[in-house]
């Protein structure tokens, strides 16, 4: 029997038409082409998709379950994203909810190499939430971008992250941006880890990557959505000693579930930790998202290792009781723009708030 995954996608549309609509999805994910013209009896039995359920949901909306062969995809992220997504995204009526990812498939992308286990074990966290903050904001030195990670890092956070904006702009290139903050960093005394963010075409990725080896960092930052889901794929692979953070930068611009992008799709293809807006901050996603997001994120995928979620967005040092109680134990909590608010107070605020997350699941 040919092996197959499941797509679940919410479809805009009437009772009498909905059948009909879930036909012609299976076949644009698959074939592609009207099945009267296809004389292969394997194609048309091993690879057009299958309508497995259309369920309603209320409100004129549908889930439409439909299985696809798994061998359409290979072992390449974006072929997957194609398969599941590529022609229906253009339909606006069309949202990817959720894929079914078979034991076979999950084992061939390999998921997270490090996990939370291992995020836990570089920054000598156990038993609490995680900590994590950012650099920014671009347009400033490389040596003022340095100064800041020290404060952090004095402060006591666990990672200290880049902004996703900054790249390699002649402002802080990253030659000269990675070693300053890596080194500032280090002289901070603690556990902190230093995360540089990769940007470029995939060579220009892997010298970065081998820039911040040469200096001593272990941990990475990388937009799936900007870099290509490919690229990430095939750095997870090629720097299994490293761990890769998720940045969401452009997950929006899909319609596609954050839930299954952010949550399930970024650690099935090697994101150790995820990034993504919390609800209440300054976006949009609901509790709902938020709670989904992170258990998927969390849930063991057959044998892949769990991912790190890492709610952020405008959280405030007031929230973070509640945002702990929310996510759990399980949790990196990042702050940065509110913290780099304090100015002069910078590592005295980031010690309150490393204090905050460290005591609240021993109260």
């Known amino acids: 029997m040919t092996a197959r995954f499941t797509a679940v996608y919410h479809v805009h549309g009437d009772a009498a038409s909905i059948d009909a609509r879930a036909q012609a999805i299976a076949v644009e994910q698959s074939v592609e082409m009207p099945l009267s013209a296809i004389d292969d009896p394997h194609v048309l039995s091993d690879i057009v998709g299958r309508v497995d359920d259309v369920s309603d949901l209320g409100g004129g909306s549908f889930a439409v379950r439909i299985a696809l062969a798994t061998a359409t995809v290979g072992v390449d992220a974006a072929q997957l994203f194609n ?41 000598g ?29 004095a402060g006591g956070v666990d990672f200290v992250k880049d902004d996703h904006g900054l790249a390699d702009q002649a402002f802080s290139p990253f030659a ?57 794929q095939a750095l997870v692979t090629e720097f299994p000693g490293f761990s890769f953070f998720a940045h969401p930068a452009m997950a929006g611009a899909a319609r596609i579930a954050p839930a299954l992008l952010i949550g399930k799709l970024f650690p099935l293809l090697g994101a150790d930790a995820v990034v993504f807006p919390t609800h209440g901050g300054r976006f949009g996603y609901t509790a709902e998202t938020c709670r989904q997001l992170a258990a998927n994120a969390r849930a063991p995928l057959h044998d892949l290792k769990p991912c790190f979620p ?50 609240h699941f021993y109260r």
């Open 83 to 123: 398969m599941a997504f590529g022609n229906t995204s253009l339909h606006d009526d069309v949202t990817l909810h959720d894929i079914g990812i078979p034991f076979d498939l999950a084992a061939a992308f390999g998921g997270p190499r490090h996990g939370i286990a291992g995020l836990r074990h570089r920054a």
């Open 125 to 153: 966290a156990i038993g609490r939430a995680l900590t994590c903050s950012a650099l920014k904001p671009q347009g400033i030195s490389a040596k003022r971008l340095g100064e800041l990670a020290g404060r952090f890092a």
């Open 176 to 232: 000269e941006r990675v070693p300053i903050c890596a080194a500032a960093v280090r002289a901070g005394g603690g556990e902190t880890r230093y995360v540089p963010s990769l940007s470029g075409d995939l060579g220009q990725m892997r010298t970065q990557i081998a820039l911040a080896r040469e200096v001593g960092v272990d941990t990475v930052m990388v937009a799936p959505m900007l870099a290509g889901v490919s690229n990430f």
């Open 310 to 359: 890492v709610p952020a967005g405008g959280i405030t040092l007031q929230r973070v009781p509640e945002i702990l109680d929310f996510y759990g134990v399980d949790t990196m909590l990042l702050i940065g723009g509110n913290l780099l608010a304090a100015r002069d107070r910078l590592s005295e605020e980031t010690a309150i708030f490393a204090r905050t997350v460290a005591q």
